[in-house]
């Protein structure tokens, strides 16, 4: 099991009368190599939980096992590490340093890596070739278009080839033909044997997934696997 959750809570502002359940004992199971979407409209608490099981934030009650690690009992630095190692991260926003050209951006999470200098930018140029933008290494964000950029921000989460991609909204800025271009990119990444979250409100996006987790309030009301086209 890779990802085994129980009983898990988010609650701010908890014995208060503005007390939120963001997370209201959600209980979710996730083996290697499944591409699963976890679905909802705004303020269902999709974001909280892929938040929570990205070690970006802890629950308030619950357990939390990440490939058989109780990940609620790390510390920051430890939860920082585990983020780098296994996680890769993309994001509606992109989330991409406007200083930095596109090579520069992809290197970065292999600095925090520690991979050598030396293998540092043969290992991005390879991502961003992975992605079709290794003619745009040298540019920065602001010369390239949003489907260029959020390219170059899948390039820079598999950098470091992590068993794990979670994908918050990842079509939400795009066209529908570059958003096209991104869910294929993430479905070869399932092929290869890479764990997939995709994140969504939409569910013509979600029926990319093989899995459809679906959330309200806070809470799992639906989860089925489901036939899809492409495989």
């Not at 591409?35 to 009650?61: E, H, R, W």
């Not at 939390?64 to 585990?82: H, P, Q, W």
Request: glycine share 8%; with cysteine.
């Amino acid at each position: 099991m890779l990802i085994d959750i129980r009983d898990l809570y988010k609650i701010y502002n908890e014995g208060k009368e503005s007390e939120v359940r963001a997370l209201d004992g959600v209980s979710l199971q996730i083996d290697k190599g499944e591409f699963v979407a976890i679905v909802g409209q705004s303020g269902s608490g999709k974001s909280t939980l892929m938040n929570v099981l990205g070690c970006l934030d802890i629950p308030t009650y619950g357990e939390y096992y990440l490939d058989g690690t109780d990940v609620t009992s790390l510390s920051d630095k430890e939860l920082a590490r585990i983020r780098n190692r296994e996680i890769g991260f993309i994001f509606q926003g992109y989330n991409l340093i406007q200083e930095l050209d596109a090579l520069e951006n992809v290197t970065l999470p292999l600095i925090y890596r520690g991979v050598s200098v030396f293998d540092r930018e043969d290992m991005a140029m390879e991502a961003l070739a992975r992605v079709g933008m290794e003619d745009r290494a040298h540019h920065r964000p602001s010369e390239m278009s949003g489907g260029q950029q959020q390219r170059v921000a899948i390039a820079r989460a598999i950098a470091t080839r992590p068993p794990i991609i979670m994908a918050d909204e990842p079509t939400g800025a795009l066209d529908s033909k570059t958003g096209r271009h991104v869910l294929e990119i993430l479905r070869e990444l399932y092929r290869e044997g890479t764990t997939i979250l995709l994140i969504t409100h939409d569910d013509s996006i979600a029926a990319t997934a093989r899995r459809v987790v679906r959330l309200s309030d806070g809470r799992v009301i639906a989860d089925h696997p489901q036939e899809v086209e492409w495989e």
